[in-house]
């Protein structure tokens, strides 16, 4: 159950990301009308798991969390919204997420790719579920709520790891 707060935050999270609002690209702003939305691209498993991952923007960051009414750490988070969406048993920590799934380089990511950063000084520290068009959703870190991010601002392109592809294209 979504939390009032949360609603709003899933909202205007789903409209950035299925609509493209706030951020147009040149590429985009000739495309024909008859191509398909940046939703409609997305595979039935990636659609899964963006929407089951926007159910839960809004709710708090715990450390070790694993469940969404008392808060979801990075790596609890994508477990869970792999095991909810598609029924895909991840391991509990990020390094271990990493280690799953096919290698891929940064120009490939697809949506509900891995994506993974160090952010405690060690390799595969972090872990998020790549959105398309250089975003992701993830949960950050203590005082903070599940969220998407840019990763081309430079504190994610600084400490970008690798990603993961777990869906067959």
């Not at 159950?1 to 299925?18: D, E, N, V």
Request: proline fraction near 3%.
């Amino acid at each position: 159950m979504l939390r009032k707060h949360s609603l709003t935050s899933f909202f205007g999270a789903a409209l950035i990301a299925l609509s493209g609002i706030g951020m147009v690209h040149a590429s985009e702003v000739q495309k024909p009308a008859d191509e398909p939305s940046l939703f409609e691209r997305y595979t039935t498993s990636a659609q899964d798991l963006i929407l089951k991952g926007f159910e839960l923007i809004g709710i708090n960051y715990r450390f070790g969390g694993t469940n969404p009414d008392t808060g979801l750490d990075c790596s609890g988070f994508v477990q869970l919204v792999f095991k909810e969406a598609i029924g895909i048993l991840l391991p509990r920590t990020a390094r271990e997420q990493s280690q799953v799934g096919a290698v891929i380089d940064q120009q490939e990511l697809k949506a509900g790719d891995l994506v993974f950063f160090n952010t405690m000084r060690q390799a595969f520290s972090h872990v998020g579920i790549y959105l398309g068009d250089n975003r992701f959703m993830h949960a950050p870190r203590t005082g903070a709520e599940v969220r998407i991010e840019d990763m081309r601002q430079s504190y994610w392109l600084q400490r970008y790891n690798g990603a993961r592809r777990l869906l067959a294209r």
